[in-house]
């Protein structure tokens, strides 16, 4: 009859504090690979924007090489240009086109694309130099 009666006050299972740290364990790992998957979003955006900066530059450079004078390059609002040649696609981007040294040769050329994502602002920036 002991027998009987000890294994009867033997309770198998979880305590209550065992069950909550094991949710606990749990939830820490479900959160972090959730913040796993959130950066890396945040990174594709960021990877596919710099892309499409990149190649936007590219499109007006080439422009800038087909310019004849230094006056039609200072000139011209490389922002609307791009505007107009349907190359806004990023939020808020503008084009902003340096020559340094106007007198040098050959002419050292800057070209940044910035834009803002989520607050932040972003930028792509090529250098050139144009022989005329």
């Given amino acids: 009859m002991n027998d009987l009666?000890?294994?009867f006050n033997k309770r198998?299972?979880?305590t209550l504090i065992e069950t909550l740290i094991a949710v606990l364990i749990l939830s820490v790992g479900i959160?972090?690979?959730?913040m796993f998957f959130v950066?890396?979003?945040v990174s594709t955006q960021l990877a596919q924007d710099m892309t499409v900066a990149t190649t936007h530059a590219d499109y007006?450079?080439?422009?800038i090489y087909g310019c004849?004078?230094?006056?039609?390059?200072?000139?011209?609002?490389?922002?609307?240009?791009?505007r107009q040649a349907g190359l806004n696609t990023l939020p808020?981007?503008?084009v902003i086109v340096e020559i340094s040294h106007p007198d040098q040769k050959p002419l050292p050329v800057d070209l940044t694309i910035r834009w803002k994502?989520?607050?932040?602002d972003h930028h792509v920036s090529l250098a050139t130099e144009i022989i005329q």
């Fill in 5 to 7: 009666k000890r294994n």
């Fill in 12 to 14: 198998s299972g979880f």
């Fill in 31 to 34: 959160l972090v690979s959730l």
């Fill in 39 to 41: 950066q890396a979003q």
């Fill in 60 to 63: 007006v450079m080439e422009e």
């Fill in 68 to 82: 004849k004078t230094l006056p039609q390059i200072k000139e011209t609002d490389w922002t609307a240009w791009a």
């Fill in 92 to 94: 808020e981007e503008t």
């Fill in 117 to 120: 994502r989520k607050g932040r």
